[in-house]
């Protein structure tokens, strides 16, 4: 069955730090999708980023990256500096070949102190 | 660029009631999906809707009930609300059903029942 893990309930940091959001998932299937979206305290859910199972390259988007890694089954995600603005709940999502609903898993909270 | 919209915004019912939640996707996208946030939780998948047909069921209470119109806009039912029922009820739009595409989620309508 599929399934998301995040660990991490919550996580607090100071300004500038650098955070590491960890998630684990499972799946039977050998196609599936990788998701991170960012719900700030306003409520609305963002997408962030999308990752296919065959392609394990990592990426990088301003002070976001993601390391994939399917011997581990993990998709973490790595806030670089962190900023005040970060401060919310992100959640780590998989969709799998042969359906398009997300599972999500049960969210990491960041709050970035000044 | 236009986004999902949902309506209404907030919305607060007694037991026993009735509530319908609408959902306006982006322009050209003809899939549509229902996801339900709990206090403190990640979205649940409830049901999704693709080219006015019903593509794929979560878990979906029978008292709730949904559908897709010819123009893409899509509603949801609640009948005999209870008190669990109380969530934010995202709704999300994607180009085609298709699990590789990102699905853009709305700002939720937050529904309370009292």
């Known amino acids: 069955a599929q399934k998301v893990t995040q660990a991490q309930t919550e996580i607090s940091v100071v300004e500038k730090e650098d955070v590491t959001l960890d998630c684990v998932y499972e799946?039977?299937?050998?196609?599936?999708?990788l998701f991170w979206y960012k719900q700030p305290p306003s409520g609305e859910l963002v997408f962030l980023i999308r990752?296919?199972?065959?392609?394990?390259q990592n990426e990088i988007s301003g002070r976001y990256s993601w390391n994939f890694q399917k011997s581990t089954s993990s998709f973490n995600f790595t806030i670089t500096a962190s900023q005040v603005v970060d401060s919310a709940v992100y959640f780590c999502?998989?969709?799998?070949?042969?359906?398009?609903?997300?599972?999500f898993g049960t969210g990491t909270r960041l709050q970035v102190f000044p | 660029a236009a986004g999902v919209i949902q309506s209404p915004r907030h919305l607060i019912k007694e037991k026993r009631e009735t509530a319908t939640l609408k959902c306006y996707p982006i322009p050209r996208h003809d899939t549509v999906y229902w996801y339900q946030q709990g206090p403190g939780q990640d979205p649940q998948f409830l049901i999704s809707f693709y080219e006015k047909m019903q593509s794929d069921k979560g878990s979906i209470p029978d008292r709730f009930s949904a559908q897709q119109f010819s123009d893409y806009h899509s509603e949801l039912n609640m009948s005999s609300l209870e008190l669990g029922d109380s969530a934010l009820y995202f709704c999300?739009?994607?180009?085609?059903?298709?699990?590789?595409?990102?699905?853009?989620f709305g700002p939720g309508t937050r529904l309370t029942v009292l």
């Open positions: 799946t039977r299937d050998t196609t599936y999708y």
């Open positions: 990752r296919n199972s065959f392609d394990e």
């Open positions: 999300a739009s994607s180009l085609t059903s298709a699990a590789y595409n990102e699905q853009f």
């Open positions: 999502a998989l969709s799998e070949g042969n359906t398009d609903k997300l599972i």
